[in-house]
């Protein structure tokens, strides 16, 4: 597959691993006392996870899955207000893959589905339009999930619609920003993280500025980092280098997609249809002052929490979850007493389990509860 | 009508024109509760849709029963197998295949992988009301192609017709009778630590066709279902290595958990080499859009071979001569302890391939 394969050379990476394990040494790193860094994007623990990357590396650093997942930080509140809507009459509710499976305080919208909602599975919010225009007599609903990279769609499927002058389609608005986040995870006084690798997609749209304050007031380093394992590895010895370096600076590793600006055009696009929100709940992590958006004033009528009177009530997580211990990277997902037994794959507690991208899950699936049989792997590849 | 014998009814010692009738003809469009009632509709229907097309001697005069002979059987094998599937799909027709092309080829396989000769088949639809008779001789005549490429006979049936909304379309249920030939055993409780995995060709073609022809996604994709018979592929198999353990078709839940299931059964591990399974360039790149991992997608025309290792090149040249088998490769093989799948990925890192909870859903971004 060419421009990924390319990305997925072995030689390369036993290279860049056995530079990564002099950092390591070079820094006094131990399995004790590893270097511990955060990726803040789900992808990146899913390609973390999916290539075996763990294996590459010595037992010196420790990966914290940081919290970019949206679908794995969705509270239960937000999917109860989801099937409040479905489950309405004459609606169509239209929603990416993987928020399907979250459970709220009352089930998740594939139950729903399961109970007679119409709940549709699209790609893109461009798909839920078409949905829209093709049964003028029922409402669409879409649920705006993401951080900014999904922003600019929606916002823009938004525009269209307006422009199009169809009025039977609104949106449930969950977009989140990463940065509040970040920063509150800093503040935690719990934390020890040693540097980040930064999400590569939501920085294609608001750059790599506003990172600075990490560097600046936290002193961490952060290299904005690709999706495919070399990018990672790429990044991870960047960050390293700047460890090693005494350097605390925002570094782009994916300047093959990523421009330092960002995207200014998805930028006034989602300016001009969405507004901060003052308050925003993360599962796991609670309320996040101004780590979201809504739709302004000028696009009211396409905000299915006014077309619908949804009034967004906090529902707490159950209480044997840590889902924002392991959040923050304070806890292994092993380390929650729901872990495989509570909480599985099958019958999920915390979205962290839900989706590809959240780390119980990844943990669940590929290490973990079988780890015996991970170590049997690595053993026979020493020998 | 004249309809050329399909080849598992050329031994039946009964003469075409015995016993066929007259056929009545059925002029509505569309399928109604009344092509369900019982009456001349129901009538007209079975004969002009459904006797039309498979009319075969075993067929006989329509009675309650298909009479088979024994002796077809004995001369094949000494057991019977059996198996039934029940075939959904939607859409009905999608690239490479249909719904009748999947219940031919789905129950023949499921015949064929245990080694067995395929002969006959039965075929009971359920049929939603409102639905074109056009579309009903389209999955008809389909299933007589893939029955004649199969070798085999759809000697019995039955019709039901449900309100709308109480099926999705056509729902079509197939079970399937053949001969095991003696000597022949072979069972998951067969494979063996040392066996190699291997596999006839590129695989999840059919989940990703499915999943790009239901148009939910509005992508468009060139990948065809895999959709074939594999009796094929798995005689020459046997003949080339006929100490060959177990033999398991890769359908819903894909390669991994086939595998999977041969790990459970056995609790040996088994270790797949990410770079020797074959996949098609655009299936990569279609799992890579969505986030999919095509070790789960469905296959309708591939398995999963476990082969003692002194015998694997010899199956490998036999099945990269059968048409469907031209992609054949040794994937992996059976380890000792363990009891889980591990890959060694491409990248350099090995990885735990575990069962799948539930259907795979893509990615938000």
């Known amino acids: 597959m060419k421009y990924a394969d390319e990305f997925r050379d072995s030689a390369l990476a036993a290279g860049l691993a056995k530079a990564i394990a002099e950092q390591l040494d070079a820094l006094g790193a131990t399995e004790e006392t590893p270097v511990r860094i955060m990726e803040v994007c789900g992808g990146h623990t899913h390609a973390i996870f999916r290539y075996g990357l763990a294996d590459l590396l010595p037992k010196s650093i420790e990966f914290l899955h940081g919290p970019g997942c949206p679908v794995c930080v969705l509270p239960r509140s937000r999917v109860d207000d989801c099937l409040a809507i479905a489950m309405k009459p004459n609606v169509i509710f239209a929603t990416f893959g993987d928020a399907m499976r979250v459970p709220g305080s009352k089930g998740s919208l594939l139950q729903a589905k399961g109970d007679g909602a119409d709940v549709r599975m699209v790609y893109s919010p461009l798909d839920a339009l078409t949905l829209a225009r093709r049964n003028p007599d029922k409402e669409v609903v879409f649920f705006a999930l993401g951080f900014e990279t999904t922003m600019p769609s929606t916002a823009l499927t938004v525009l269209k619609a307006r422009e199009e002058g169809i009025t039977n389609f609104s949106l449930l608005v969950n977009h989140i920003t990463i940065i509040p986040t970040l920063r509150a995870i800093l503040d935690d006084p719990e934390m020890r993280i040693d540097g980040f690798i930064g999400p590569g997609h939501v920085t294609m749209i608001i750059g790599t500025e506003p990172y600075g304050f990490i560097a600046s007031e936290y002193k961490k380093p952060l290299v904005v980092a690709g999706f495919e394992p070399l990018d990672l590895l790429q990044s991870l010895h960047m960050v390293l280098k700047q460890k090693v370096e005494q350097r605390c600076e925002i570094e782009n590793q994916y300047a093959r997609v990523v421009p330092n600006t960002g995207n200014a055009v998805a930028r006034k696009a989602v300016e001009q249809v969405y507004e901060t929100r003052e308050h925003c709940e993360w599962r796991g992590l609670g309320d996040i002052e101004q780590s979201g958006v809504q739709f302004n004033a000028a696009f009211a009528a396409y905000d299915a929490e006014k077309k619908f009177a949804i009034h967004n009530a906090s529902v707490p997580d159950p209480a044997e979850c840590r889902c924002g211990d392991v959040l923050k990277g304070l806890a292994k997902p092993w380390q929650c007493p729901a872990f495989g037994k509570a909480c599985t794959p099958e019958i999920p507690l915390g979205a962290l389990m839900v989706s590809s991208e959240g780390s119980c899950a990844a943990y669940y699936q590929y290490s973990a509860v079988h780890n015996e049989a991970l170590e049997e792997a690595r053993n026979a590849k020493a020998s | ?365």
């Open chain 2, 1 to 365: 009508m004249k309809t050329a014998p399909a080849k598992g009814a050329e031994i039946v010692p009964l003469k075409a024109e015995d016993g066929l009738r007259r056929h009545g003809r059925l002029s509505a469009k569309k399928i109604t509760l009344a092509h369900g009632g019982g009456g001349s509709a129901m009538r007209d229907l079975i004969d002009d849709v459904f006797i039309s097309a498979f009319e075969n001697p075993a067929m006989g005069d329509l009675e309650d029963q298909a009479r088979l002979p024994l002796t077809q059987f004995t001369a094949s094998g000494d057991r019977l197998a059996f198996t039934t599937d029940g075939f959904v799909v939607d859409p009905l027709f999608f690239p490479g295949g249909d719904l009748g092309k999947l219940a031919v080829y789905g129950t023949v396989n499921d015949l064929a992988v245990g080694g067995a000769k395929p002969l006959y088949l039965s075929c009971a639809m359920i049929i939603e009301e409102g639905v074109e008779v056009e579309t009903l001789r389209q999955l008809v005549a389909s299933m007589k192609a893939a029955a004649a490429e199969a070798g085999v006979s759809i000697v019995t049936g039955d019709t039901k017709v449900v309100g709308k909304g109480q099926a999705d379309k056509v729902f079509i249920t197939t079970a399937g009778v053949g001969a095991i030939p003696a000597g022949l055993n072979l069972g998951v409780r067969q494979v063996q630590p040392g066996d190699v995995v291997i596999v006839n060709g590129k695989l999840g073609d059919h989940g990703a066709a499915i999943l790009a022809a239901r148009g939910d996604l509005e992508l468009e994709s060139p990948i065809h279902s895999d959709c074939r018979p594999l009796t094929g592929l798995v005689q020459a198999l046997l003949k080339a290595a006929p100490n060959t353990h177990f033999i398991r078709d890769c359908t819903r839940g894909g390669l991994a958990s086939t595998l999977n299931e041969v790990s459970d059964g056995t609790g040996f591990g088994i270790r797949l080499q990410e770079k020797a399974i074959p996949l098609r360039e655009e299936l990569r790149g279609f799992c890579e859009i969505l986030g999919l991992d095509p070790l789960y997608l469905a296959n309708e025309g591939s398995f999963a071979a476990f082969v003692p290792r002194a015998e694997a090149e010899a199956a490998l040249a036999a099945l990269r001569r059968v048409d469907g088998g031209q992609e054949a490769a040794i994937i992996g093989e059976v380890t000792t302890s363990g009891g889980r799948v591990i890959m060694d990925t491409l990248f350099g890192g090995a990885r735990i391939v575990d069962m799948l909870v539930g259907e795979q859903l893509p990615r938000i971004c």
